[in-house]
């Protein structure tokens, strides 16, 4: 059989061209920008010298970008587990239930995540506004005081409830779609064990699930370690720290300070960082296969 | 009643200024020769109805085409897209509006162009002076002045009326009738509204109360004193009003700020002239109801006292990528001295010219125009021009402006929630501002 | 928040139903409950978009009030400044659609090539390739904008599109697609009769891979759509910006002219409804290949 030894890679091409310039290349030019500082002298504009770990050496001292790390620990360790929870539920019910209110829930769910997140905060910020939000409107006309849901002991969790409104009934119907795939020969099986309900549930939906959900979570991990658009457009109704996450504050150094080579060694630590966070999980759900 | 009389005064005595400037001819510049040729420049802008404007200048100067952009105000969206595109080395526009304050940040760049040879050399003599300080560094040019942003109070004289209140003319008297107006309608009425995200707001209070926060030494080294007594004073005041709920802490043109002040939930602010134009605009349709706006000088520390801060106040830059810098330069000088233009941008948006002729237009005090008559035909214009002599003129400003204004936004809310008190916040800026400062390589003491 | 698509491992039997199903009234009104919720800031935007400012700012938000201001609201939408809003539109389509295009024919051809050929570095390639998957788009996305400048591509559509054309994960979907819905056998049948690479790629296989196409093109595209953060680091000129760009402009940009909230409300209606009519009309593939992309038992 004649097999042109080049045809491969002709395949490949499209693929590995653009994937080495946006991909490849950004890291690697992000990881030279960021052994660079800024000399500055009078008016003229900075110039870039190498400067070692100086800039990295600053990102481990730097309060506001661990702070940030931190609120995002703080949300993948809340919002996170609370969204996969309810999306689990929510598939659970889906796969137990039949009739028009089945169906419409399982389509209504979903919408959110059609809808952009930067959309989703534009819209929630008004349902969150001190004044305009029905919900305070409610409030006020029965004697309570309005909420202001950007105070900072509540900012994170508004945040946190687009982010669940929007992904929730994404991970449902991704779940529920893994569920179908359950075989008639297993419940009968269990119905002739006598498994019920519950039981079903308990024994069999849930360990069937899991790894999926290891996936799920992985991704919900990930993007939690992306949140940007939705504390963006909050910023237009309240006070939002520009360090509220790791790149609403990596934005801020750029393109706000134009400190360009400190911004590049903050992106590579984020990156870093959630590399290694989604490589352990993956092991574990890897080794929890295995097993 | 003794009120209205003096609204009466007020209003007679803008007449008689506007009588008197009627009779000075409008001194405007000669200008350059325009270049030749079909030429389109770009021009990056939030001031509301800048293209009409602009227009003015194409009617003038037919070859000329100018496509006026907004990507939004200030920080949240001019700024950071000028300052990528002059990272870039492409996509900046021909002209764009930046503030005072933000002149050393983009000059430091190297984006800006220096306009000196693009310009007439008495182009200065048709500027007010400080504004004119405001651009220049050494010799060199990087702003046409715009506007100016004197502070003075505006105010609901109906919610004042209501509640019995005299206008306040000292911070001790704008306490009280907090106090006041909280007592009275059960603590819905705020007397006022502090701006906790907008550092040059309270910039300008603190500048009105004798601050310097920044000076740049012979050296070429700055100091930054962002703490100062002068400084605390201002913001310990505030801290006690927000305390006892006589102010609100909206955010600053929101939604809700708006929707407060219409409903009269909300009986002053402190503004700039230009606030003026904003407050027109953004409540023209929906003022609230026997909402009656007028505007007085600022509360003082001293009784008697004439003293302003200025809070913004723009400039409008060419940038380096500009292909027609002679065109460019052309626009922003004829845009902000020119009599056409400037009346314009009064009755457009309050813009309070720098051009010193522009002051004493008549036009300013168009009683028939917003804004002056969204103030039910207050003279807005002579409070301003009033509120203008009050300011500081010396007063600098630091290139590392973005620094500056997240972190008074985040040791605000701190303070603003009770976790650590005013006088600590300005500490904590003083300080977070300068160690950051420092780490970007700017020297700095 | 952007989340890549999924495809789980599960079993090749196609999706049986259980026999059981329960309809407790409990489930009923957990499921009623959440509707409300997921609904909740839609149903506001319905009665948002009838009201003006002033109704919007005095009037119950959950509630229509009298006289109504759609069509006012429609027409300003067409209009404000220079009817911008629908240029944006068709923006965002044709960066969505560039993009979805690209990335579906480039994962597919490279797909192809490691499910159906031995060749030097297919085992790392593929390795390094599926690693980043777990890198986060954004924390590239400053690194792409400066790159960007100094290759010339800074304020083209190619800033925002080229970008979006890789996507690891469909690489990945691809090649599970290939290794299963084109049986090698094909290949070597129609190698004999001497059809060429490229014309057993394309004529052959791709039909019978349609399901994976159809699923990378759809997270590409909504991906694309949804996307903010590339396109407000790399576009400076409003007439290139997508519709997410463009409202959040809009939405902050109220200062002195009068806010038209009720026309930003109603613009953001109009820029989700065209992905909910292809998720209504699609919504079999998208659903499908949440599932049948990972049938690699």
Redesign the interface.
Same mark, same amino acid.
């Given at each position: 059989m004649k097999n042109n030894r080049l045809t491969p890679y002709l395949f490949l091409a499209p693929f590995l061209l653009a994937f080495s310039l946006f991909f490849i290349l950004p890291v690697l030019y992000s990881v030279y920008l960021s052994f660079l500082t800024r000399v500055r002298n009078g008016f003229a504009p900075p110039t870039e010298v190498f400067g070692g770990f100086a800039n990295y050496a600053r990102v481990f001292t730097d309060g506001d970008f661990l702070a940030s790390f931190f609120n995002i620990f703080l949300f993948g360790a809340i919002q996170v587990p609370l969204m996969l929870i309810f999306a689990t539920a929510f598939a659970l019910i889906i796969d137990e239930t039949q009739g028009w209110l089945s169906k419409v829930f399982r389509t209504a769910i979903y919408i959110p995540y059609t809808i952009p997140g930067v959309i989703a905060g534009l819209l929630w910020g008004f349902l969150y506004s001190r004044n305009l939000s029905p919900l305070n409107y409610l409030l006020s006309n029965n004697g309570g005081t309005p909420v202001n849901f950007l105070d900072s002991s509540l900012l994170l969790f508004s945040i946190g409830n687009i982010v669940t409104w929007t992904w929730t009934g994404y991970n449902s119907v991704t779940l529920y779609a893994n569920l179908q795939n359950v075989s008639r020969e297993l419940y009968e099986a269990a119905a002739i064990d006598g498994a019920t309900g519950w039981n079903v549930v308990r024994y069999i939906k849930l360990p069937l699930l899991r790894p999926a959900l290891m996936l799920t979570l992985i991704f919900s991990v990930i993007g939690t370690a992306q949140i940007f658009s939705e504390p963006f457009v909050l910023r237009g109704i309240g006070f939002v720290p520009v360090n509220i996450t790791p790149n609403t504050y990596i934005y801020q150094i750029a393109s706000q300070d134009a400190n360009y080579s400190y911004a590049a060694a903050l992106a590579v630590v984020l990156a870093l960082v959630t590399f290694a966070f989604s490589a352990f999980f993956l092991r574990y759900v890897n080794r929890s296969q295995s097993v | 009643m003794k009120l209205k009389q003096g609204m009466m005064l007020l209003i007679a005595g803008g007449a008689v200024a506007g009588a008197i400037a009627l009779a000075q001819a409008f001194n405007e510049p000669k200008y350059q020769a325009a270049p030749k040729g079909e030429i389109t420049l770009e021009y990056w802008s939030? *001031?509301?109805?800048m293209e009409e404007q602009a227009a003015l200048f194409t009617k003038q100067y037919p070859n000329i085409k100018v496509k006026v *952009?907004? *990507?939004? #105000?200030g920080? /949240?969206?001019t700024?950071?897209?000028l300052?990528?595109?002059i990272?870039?080395?492409? $996509?900046?526009p021909d002209v764009a509006q930046v503030e005072f304050g933000y002149i050393?940040f983009f000059? =430091?760049? $190297?984006g800006l162009a220096d306009l000196t040879k693009y310009l007439p050399s008495d182009a200065k003599n048709y500027f007010v002076p400080w504004t004119w300080s405001q651009v220049s +560094?050494?010799k060199a040019v990087y702003g046409i002045p715009q506007d100016q942003g004197p502070f003075a109070m505006i105010y609901r004289k109906d919610i004042f009326d209501k509640y019995k209140i005299a206008v306040p003319t000292t911070w001790n008297e704008y306490e009280a009738a907090g106090k006041k107006l909280f007592e009275a309608s059960g603590g819905k009425v705020k007397i006022g509204n502090f701006f =906790?995200?907008f550092a040059p707001w309270f910039t300008a209070l603190a500048w009105a109360n004798g601050a310097q926060f920044w000076k740049l030494n012979t050296d070429?080294s700055y100091t930054q004193t962002l703490n100062s007594a002068a400084a605390k004073q201002v913001a310990n005041y505030w801290g006690r009003l927000l305390e006892k709920k006589y102010v609100s802490t909206?955010?600053a043109? =929101? #939604? !809700?700020f708006?929707?407060?002040v /219409?409903?009269g939930e909300v009986a002053t602010s402190m503004e700039a002239a230009?606030g003026t &134009? /904003?407050f027109a &605009? /953004?409540l023209?349709?929906?003022p609230g109801v026997g909402a009656e706006y007028r505007v007085a000088p600022l509360p003082q520390w001293k009784k008697g006292g004439t003293a302003s801060g200025n809070w913004g106040g723009s400039t409008a830059v060419v940038t380096t990528q500009s292909k027609n810098p002679e065109a460019a330069a052309l626009f922003a000088y004829w845009l902000m001295s020119s009599k056409a233009s400037v009346v314009q941008g009064w009755k457009g948006?309050?813009v309070f010219p720098a051009a010193s002729a522009g002051l004493d237009l008549p036009e300013l005090s168009d009683k028939t125009s917003n804004p002056s008559k969204f103030f039910d035909g207050q003279n807005v214009a002579a409070v301003y021009k009033e509120a203008g002599k009050g300011v500081n003129t010396r007063f600098q400003w630091s290139?590392?402006a973005?620094?500056v204004d #997240?972190s008074f +936004?985040?040791q605000m !809310?701190l303070a603003v929630?009770g976790k650590q008190s005013f006088a600590d916040a300005l500490d904590n800026w003083q300080a977070e501002t300068l160690t950051?400062a420092k780490? !970007?390589?700017?020297?700095v003491k | 928040m952007t989340q890549e698509p999924m495809t789980l491992p599960v079993a090749v039997t196609r999706p049986v139903k259980p026999a059981v199903k329960r309809n407790s009234p409990w489930l009923a009104v957990v499921m009623v409950l959440a509707l409300m919720y997921f609904l909740l800031p839609l149903y506001w935007v319905l009665v948002s978009i009838t009201k003006d400012n002033s109704q919007l700012n005095t009037t119950f938000g959950l509630w229509f009030a009298q006289p109504w201001h759609l069509w006012e609201n429609i027409v300003q939408l067409g209009t404000q400044d220079g009817g911008i809003f629908y240029r944006w539109m068709l923006n965002s389509f044709f960066y969505s659609f560039s993009s979805g295009a690209l990335a579906t024919m480039s994962a597919a051809m490279a797909g192809y090539a490691f499910s159906k050929f031995n060749f030097a570095g297919r085992g790392w390639i593929f390795s390094v390739i599926l690693g980043t998957i777990m890198v986060p788009s954004t924390a590239l996305t400053l690194p792409i904008f400066l790159l960007i400048n100094n290759i010339g591509l800074a304020n083209t559509p190619w800033a925002v599109i080229l970008p979006q054309m890789v996507n690891p994960f469909g690489l990945y979907l691809m090649r599970v697609f290939w290794d299963n819905g084109f049986p090698t056998e094909l290949i070597e049948a129609a190698k004999i009769d001497g059809a060429s690479d490229w014309r057993i790629f394309w004529s052959m296989g791709l039909p019978l891979v349609r399901g994976g196409l159809i699923t990378v093109f759809l997270f590409t595209f909504v991906a694309a759509w949804n996307n903010f953060f590339l396109p407000l680091v790399v576009l400076n000129n409003n007439e290139q910006f997508p519709l997410t760009l463009g409202l959040s402009v809009w939405n902050n940009t109220n200062t002195g002219r009068t806010p038209q909230y009720t026309m930003i409300i109603l613009g953001a209606l109009v820029s989700i409804l065209p992905l909910l009519t292809a998720f209504f009309t699609l919504g079999r593939y998208w659903q499908g290949g949440l599932t049948t992309g990972a049938t690699k038992g």
């Amino acid at each position: 059989m004649k097999n042109n030894r080049l045809t491969p890679y002709l395949f490949l091409a499209p693929f590995l061209l653009a994937f080495s310039l946006f991909f490849i290349l950004p890291v690697l030019y992000s990881v030279y920008l960021s052994f660079l500082t800024r000399v500055r002298n009078g008016f003229a504009p900075p110039t870039e010298v190498f400067g070692g770990f100086a800039n990295y050496a600053r990102v481990f001292t730097d309060g506001d970008f661990l702070a940030s790390f931190f609120n995002i620990f703080l949300f993948g360790a809340i919002q996170v587990p609370l969204m996969l929870i309810f999306a689990t539920a929510f598939a659970l019910i889906i796969d137990e239930t039949q009739g028009w209110l089945s169906k419409v829930f399982r389509t209504a769910i979903y919408i959110p995540y059609t809808i952009p997140g930067v959309i989703a905060g534009l819209l929630w910020g008004f349902l969150y506004s001190r004044n305009l939000s029905p919900l305070n409107y409610l409030l006020s006309n029965n004697g309570g005081t309005p909420v202001n849901f950007l105070d900072s002991s509540l900012l994170l969790f508004s945040i946190g409830n687009i982010v669940t409104w929007t992904w929730t009934g994404y991970n449902s119907v991704t779940l529920y779609a893994n569920l179908q795939n359950v075989s008639r020969e297993l419940y009968e099986a269990a119905a002739i064990d006598g498994a019920t309900g519950w039981n079903v549930v308990r024994y069999i939906k849930l360990p069937l699930l899991r790894p999926a959900l290891m996936l799920t979570l992985i991704f919900s991990v990930i993007g939690t370690a992306q949140i940007f658009s939705e504390p963006f457009v909050l910023r237009g109704i309240g006070f939002v720290p520009v360090n509220i996450t790791p790149n609403t504050y990596i934005y801020q150094i750029a393109s706000q300070d134009a400190n360009y080579s400190y911004a590049a060694a903050l992106a590579v630590v984020l990156a870093l960082v959630t590399f290694a966070f989604s490589a352990f999980f993956l092991r574990y759900v890897n080794r929890s296969q295995s097993v | 009643m003794k009120l209205k009389q003096g609204m009466m005064l007020l209003i007679a005595g803008g007449a008689v200024a506007g009588a008197i400037a009627l009779a000075q001819a409008f001194n405007e510049p000669k200008y350059q020769a325009a270049p030749k040729g079909e030429i389109t420049l770009e021009y990056w802008s939030w *001031v509301p109805k800048m293209e009409e404007q602009a227009a003015l200048f194409t009617k003038q100067y037919p070859n000329i085409k100018v496509k006026v *952009v907004n *990507v939004g #105000a200030g920080q /949240s969206g001019t700024y950071p897209k000028l300052q990528t595109a002059i990272k870039a080395g492409t $996509g900046a526009p021909d002209v764009a509006q930046v503030e005072f304050g933000y002149i050393p940040f983009f000059a =430091s760049t $190297g984006g800006l162009a220096d306009l000196t040879k693009y310009l007439p050399s008495d182009a200065k003599n048709y500027f007010v002076p400080w504004t004119w300080s405001q651009v220049s +560094q050494g010799k060199a040019v990087y702003g046409i002045p715009q506007d100016q942003g004197p502070f003075a109070m505006i105010y609901r004289k109906d919610i004042f009326d209501k509640y019995k209140i005299a206008v306040p003319t000292t911070w001790n008297e704008y306490e009280a009738a907090g106090k006041k107006l909280f007592e009275a309608s059960g603590g819905k009425v705020k007397i006022g509204n502090f701006f =906790s995200t907008f550092a040059p707001w309270f910039t300008a209070l603190a500048w009105a109360n004798g601050a310097q926060f920044w000076k740049l030494n012979t050296d070429g080294s700055y100091t930054q004193t962002l703490n100062s007594a002068a400084a605390k004073q201002v913001a310990n005041y505030w801290g006690r009003l927000l305390e006892k709920k006589y102010v609100s802490t909206l955010g600053a043109f =929101s #939604a !809700d700020f708006w929707n407060a002040v /219409s409903k009269g939930e909300v009986a002053t602010s402190m503004e700039a002239a230009w606030g003026t &134009g /904003s407050f027109a &605009g /953004s409540l023209e349709k929906n003022p609230g109801v026997g909402a009656e706006y007028r505007v007085a000088p600022l509360p003082q520390w001293k009784k008697g006292g004439t003293a302003s801060g200025n809070w913004g106040g723009s400039t409008a830059v060419v940038t380096t990528q500009s292909k027609n810098p002679e065109a460019a330069a052309l626009f922003a000088y004829w845009l902000m001295s020119s009599k056409a233009s400037v009346v314009q941008g009064w009755k457009g948006a309050g813009v309070f010219p720098a051009a010193s002729a522009g002051l004493d237009l008549p036009e300013l005090s168009d009683k028939t125009s917003n804004p002056s008559k969204f103030f039910d035909g207050q003279n807005v214009a002579a409070v301003y021009k009033e509120a203008g002599k009050g300011v500081n003129t010396r007063f600098q400003w630091s290139p590392w402006a973005p620094t500056v204004d #997240a972190s008074f +936004q985040k040791q605000m !809310d701190l303070a603003v929630n009770g976790k650590q008190s005013f006088a600590d916040a300005l500490d904590n800026w003083q300080a977070e501002t300068l160690t950051k400062a420092k780490a !970007d390589g700017y020297n700095v003491k | 928040m952007t989340q890549e698509p999924m495809t789980l491992p599960v079993a090749v039997t196609r999706p049986v139903k259980p026999a059981v199903k329960r309809n407790s009234p409990w489930l009923a009104v957990v499921m009623v409950l959440a509707l409300m919720y997921f609904l909740l800031p839609l149903y506001w935007v319905l009665v948002s978009i009838t009201k003006d400012n002033s109704q919007l700012n005095t009037t119950f938000g959950l509630w229509f009030a009298q006289p109504w201001h759609l069509w006012e609201n429609i027409v300003q939408l067409g209009t404000q400044d220079g009817g911008i809003f629908y240029r944006w539109m068709l923006n965002s389509f044709f960066y969505s659609f560039s993009s979805g295009a690209l990335a579906t024919m480039s994962a597919a051809m490279a797909g192809y090539a490691f499910s159906k050929f031995n060749f030097a570095g297919r085992g790392w390639i593929f390795s390094v390739i599926l690693g980043t998957i777990m890198v986060p788009s954004t924390a590239l996305t400053l690194p792409i904008f400066l790159l960007i400048n100094n290759i010339g591509l800074a304020n083209t559509p190619w800033a925002v599109i080229l970008p979006q054309m890789v996507n690891p994960f469909g690489l990945y979907l691809m090649r599970v697609f290939w290794d299963n819905g084109f049986p090698t056998e094909l290949i070597e049948a129609a190698k004999i009769d001497g059809a060429s690479d490229w014309r057993i790629f394309w004529s052959m296989g791709l039909p019978l891979v349609r399901g994976g196409l159809i699923t990378v093109f759809l997270f590409t595209f909504v991906a694309a759509w949804n996307n903010f953060f590339l396109p407000l680091v790399v576009l400076n000129n409003n007439e290139q910006f997508p519709l997410t760009l463009g409202l959040s402009v809009w939405n902050n940009t109220n200062t002195g002219r009068t806010p038209q909230y009720t026309m930003i409300i109603l613009g953001a209606l109009v820029s989700i409804l065209p992905l909910l009519t292809a998720f209504f009309t699609l919504g079999r593939y998208w659903q499908g290949g949440l599932t049948t992309g990972a049938t690699k038992g």
